[in-house]
Structure formats: C-alpha cells, structure tokens
C-alpha cells in the first residue's frame, strides 16, 4: 500500500500533542459525566494511542507512525452497533485512529480499504 506523508514529524507530533491534551481534559472531566469509568477510559485509552504514534514519529518518522497506525486499525475488530459501554477500548482506540487519519491528511480510499480488512467481532 503507497502512502505519502505530507506531514513533517514537528507537524505530527505537535498535532498529537493538540490530541493528548483533548483526552487529559476528557479524563479531568469524566467525574462530570453520566459514566465517570467509561468516559475516563476512553479517554486515557486515546491519549495512550496519541503518545504511541508521536514516539513513533519521533523516532522513526511519519512514515512508520502511519504505517503502524494503519496497522493497528486493521487489527481493530468491528463494534459498530454494540452497546455503548462494550468495548469501550476497542472503540477509542478505532476514534483515536481516525482522528490521527484525519490529522495527516490520509486519503479515505486508503483507509476505506484498511477498514475492510479488519476482522469481525465475532
């Protein structure tokens, strides 16, 4: 699969740092929320994802942080249309991966066809 990196790895890791921030705000605020522990674990859940892939860029460079998060994504299994509060890691995780995807720019034919790859639940 050929995919181009516009991005400079001072771009992506400063973009993820934007996103880490998002998360830490949502894990400050989840107390506030209707489920507290789902909210914070979805959060803290991205925030992991999000400081994964900019030590990834960091140290390999855009390429590989994407091609790993691709990687990831393909690994994900569908949850699409589970109860809310199911899967709750596979789910931020997959939202952590799109946000990133929609970051840098990546053509969605790609990740259309990385998406149709992953496995089913069950």
Do not use: C, W
């Not at 001072?10 to 909210?39: M, S, W």
């Not at 803290?44 to 892939?53: G, K, S």
């Not at 589970?82 to 596979?90: K, P, R």
């Not at 946000?99 to 790859?117: A, C, D, H, T, Y």
């Amino acid at each position: 699969m050929d995919v181009s990196v516009v991005l400079s790895t001072d771009e992506i890791v400063k973009g993820l740092k934007h996103y880490r921030k998002i998360a830490k705000q949502d894990i400050l605020r989840a107390n506030e929320t209707q489920d507290p522990d789902r909210f914070k674990l979805h959060a803290e859940t991205r925030r992991d994802i999000y400081a994964l892939l900019s030590e990834l860029a960091e140290k390999n460079g855009p390429h590989d942080a994407v091609i790993q998060a691709l990687d990831e994504y393909k690994s994900l299994p569908f949850v699409t249309g589970t109860a809310e509060n199911e899967y709750i890691d596979v789910k931020a995780k997959e939202n952590a991966l799109e946000n990133f995807f929609l970051m840098i720019g990546l053509e969605p034919k790609i990740r259309r066809e990385v998406r149709s790859q992953r496995p089913s639940l069950n």
